[in-house]
Structure formats: structure tokens, C-alpha cells
């Protein structure tokens, strides 16, 4: 007996097919003329109480749009503030000390790297170019 009454208790949402059956029934032969009238009735109140709700909510974002006017504040301040907080969110986070924090230590090794690169060059420029100075100042050697 359960499992027919969990069977009707589903607690899925309605999935396509069953939109389309629900949507194609015809339960108002179920309904008496009273009930009818009844639904009719409360159909026509939501529909006024929304377009009430929708006027309120317009004359509301109308008047923060004045109230942010007369603050100097429009859109470009707007984005530049949300940004600012955005990116000091990201700067104060935990990920991006660490990466900043490994960063930072990979650029003095990669600086060190390339110093040592750019020493072992110049040292050898240099004893390349002592040796062709001692080539150079060298007498020739003959042969006998």
C-alpha cells in the first residue's frame, strides 16, 4: 500500500511530458459552475495585484535612479567601486597570497637565473676576447 501512495506523492518536479499532459487536460468538466466562477474571479485579483506589484517596482527603481542621481553616483562609479571591492576581495583571499607568495619566489630565482646566465656570458666574452688579444699580439710562429 506505501509504495502505491508514494507513487502519487511524487516530489520530482513536472519533467516535459508531463507539462504537455497537465497543460492538455481539461478539468474544468470537474469543476462545478460556483468553483468556476470562484477561480475565474481570484484569476482576475492576481493579475490586478501583478500589475500592481509591477508598477510598485518600477516607481521604486524610478526613485533609487533619482536617489542616485542627486548622489553623484551613476554607472562608471558604480563598476569602479564593485571593482574595487572585487579586487581587494581577490588581493585579501587565501589562494591568491599563495599564488602570489610562489610567484614572487619563482621571479628572484628566475632574476637570479638569468644574473648567472648573463655572468657565465659576459665571462666568456671576455676570455674569448682575451684570447683573441693574445692571438693577435702574438708573433706568428715559424717554421724552420
Known sequence: MEAQAQGLLETE?????DEDAVAS???????SE???E???AELVQLEDEITTLRQVLSAKER??????????MNLMNELKQNFSKSWHDVQTSTAYKKTHETLS???QKATAAFSN????????F???SYSIRHSISMPAMRRK
Do not use: N
Request: charged letters at 30%; glycine letters at 12%.
Open 13 to 17: 518536479p513536472l519533467q516535459g511530458q
Open 25 to 31: 487536460a481539461d478539468f474544468s468538466s470537474m469543476l
Open 34 to 36: 460556483e468553483e468556476k
Open 38 to 40: 470562484e477561480l475565474k
Open 63 to 72: 526613485h533609487l535612479v533619482e536617489i542616485k542621481q542627486k548622489l553623484g
Open 105 to 107: 619566489h619563482a621571479g
Open 117 to 124: 646566465v648573463g655572468t657565465a656570458i659576459s665571462k666568456k
Open 126 to 128: 671576455g676570455d674569448m
